[in-house]
């Protein structure tokens, strides 16, 4: 979800402004990272990142690795939930 979307599907009424960025502040964020990934499994609905010593019960063979490279970010997602999909889940 998009900040500013989330805000107008709480409060569609307040006002919104812009400020700089803060020293430390980030962009973007990273779920998976290319190191992440080489251990990400992709199950029908998700992603589970094993651990190295696997012992959830998960096997990697219940889903399909991810490809060389990837990692999942949000500078580079493409798919958002719309402002109404926010407020469903609100």
Do not use: C
């Amino acid at each position: 979800m998009k900040i500013l979307d989330l805000a107008k599907a709480i409060a569609p009424d307040s006002a919104t402004f812009a400020s700089a960025i803060r020293p430390g502040e980030k962009l973007h964020e990273e779920m998976i990272s290319l190191g992440g990934s080489r251990r990400t499994i992709e199950l029908t609905d998700r992603y589970v990142i094993l651990p190295t010593i696997n012992n959830w019960g998960i096997s990697a063979r219940e889903g399909k690795p991810l490809p060389e490279g990837f990692s999942f970010r949000s500078d580079t997602n493409t798919e958002w939930l719309s402002i109404d999909q926010l407020r469903q889940l609100v």
